[in-house]
């Protein structure tokens, strides 16, 4: 199993006067990036979020292309994309550009979001989230393996254009962020690679073992049996209950910025993300002593590395580790990263890192 660094940047107003400056956010954050990699990580994943209603970061493209010019091995990865409020042959051609400065290290992965919020200053229907987003996506799938093409659909409508530059790759790693059971069986028939959230796959298929097993098993019906699932987890290496205790504590914070983010009335959500109004309810009412491994892994290094021991025989490629949630220094984050890639990544094979 691989493993990845993740974050969503989050920052929102609900955090008060323990905001940080988003400016300073995204400098940070690409120095977290590039030490990534001289821990042996195998690559980065870095979010999609405007007017800091929850995140910091507008462009994953254009941060993961300075990274790509600071950094030797790593891939890069947007987690994720919100594909709706851009267009689909923009985006083909921001992650082509990506993978071609890069030397082939792009991943796309890319989501229908679930804040409101930012559909609205977009001026894009949040109800129809869902087609807006397959559409682009087969949009971007087709320009990628044909090169040239054109589209009449409900939402897209473009002559005949030729793609340029062309990705790096062959096959440019396509993986669609999945919340709900439609969304997974759609990205298995389209030959997608999907990327989870453990409390969204545990709440929808009762385990991450049966969401991967789902997605594999429909992925197979279609012809597709390469295809791979990552998942992202909150975690953090720990020495005492005290430091466990204030890992759980910033995860509860976290909540409190994501909460405003997902739709609470079930009968004026869009039906595709209803179920939002479930997980908030369970946020709302959500202690340290509520949160499970299947979200956050907080522990000492030997608990940390049984628990992703665990993980790794459902099946996942890679998981995605968020180590910053909640308001933690960059300070800090650096040093978590260093004590999770001295005490645990030494027991998952990786790439030599290059701090020992």
């Not at 267009?87 to 989501?111: Q, T």
């Not at 093409?149 to 473009?158: A, T, V």
């Not at 385990?207 to 049996?225: L, P, Y």
């Not at 976290?254 to 079930?266: I, K, Q, R």
Request: aromatic share 10%.
């Amino acid at each position: 199993m691989k493993i990845g660094y993740f974050t969503l940047t989050d920052n929102p107003i609900e955090y008060g006067n323990t905001r940080k400056d988003p400016n300073q956010m995204i400098l940070d954050l690409a120095e977290q990036c590039i030490y990534a990699e001289d821990l042996g990580f195998n690559s980065v994943w870095v979010p999609e979020h405007h007017f800091s209603a929850l995140g910091v970061l507008p462009s994953p493209s254009m941060f993961l292309g300075h990274i790509a010019a600071k950094t030797k091995r790593i891939k890069l990865a947007p987690a994720t994309v919100l594909l709706p409020a851009s267009h689909p042959i923009r985006m083909a051609e921001e992650y082509a550009l990506l993978d071609l400065l890069s030397d082939g290290r792009a991943i796309f992965s890319a989501g229908r979001g679930y804040d409101k919020r930012e559909y609205d200053v977009f001026g894009i229907d949040f109800n129809k989230s869902r087609e807006i987003f397959f559409e682009g996506l087969d949009i971007i799938q087709k320009a990628w393996k044909q090169g040239t093409l054109s589209h009449q659909g409900n939402h897209f409508s473009f002559p005949e254009i030729e793609l340029t530059p062309k990705p790096v790759q062959d096959h440019l790693p396509i993986y669609v962020a999945a919340f709900s059971e439609p969304s997974i069986t759609k990205a298995a028939e389209m030959g997608e690679h999907v990327i989870f959230a453990p409390f969204a796959a545990n709440m929808v298929f009762g385990t991450m073992e049966n969401a991967i097993n789902t997605f594999n098993d429909i992925s197979k019906k279609h012809g597709f049996t390469d295809k791979k699932a990552s998942c992202s987890y909150f975690i953090n290496v720990t020495e005492t209950k005290e430091e466990a205790e204030r890992s759980k504590q910033r995860m509860l914070k976290y909540f409190t910025g994501l909460v405003p983010a997902f739709p609470e009335d079930p009968s004026t959500a869009p039906p595709n993300i209803r179920y939002f109004a479930e997980i908030v309810e369970n946020l709302k009412t959500m202690t340290t002593d509520s949160l499970s491994d299947k979200s956050i892994i907080v522990g000492d290094a030997e608990y940390v590395t049984e628990k992703l021991k665990e993980i790794e025989k459902t099946g996942l490629d890679e998981v995605i580790l968020y180590f910053d949630f909640g308001g933690l220094s960059h300070r800090e984050t650096m040093q978590a990263m260093e004590r999770f890639a001295k005490g645990v990544m030494p027991h998952f094979k990786q790439e030599e890192a290059l701090v020992k």
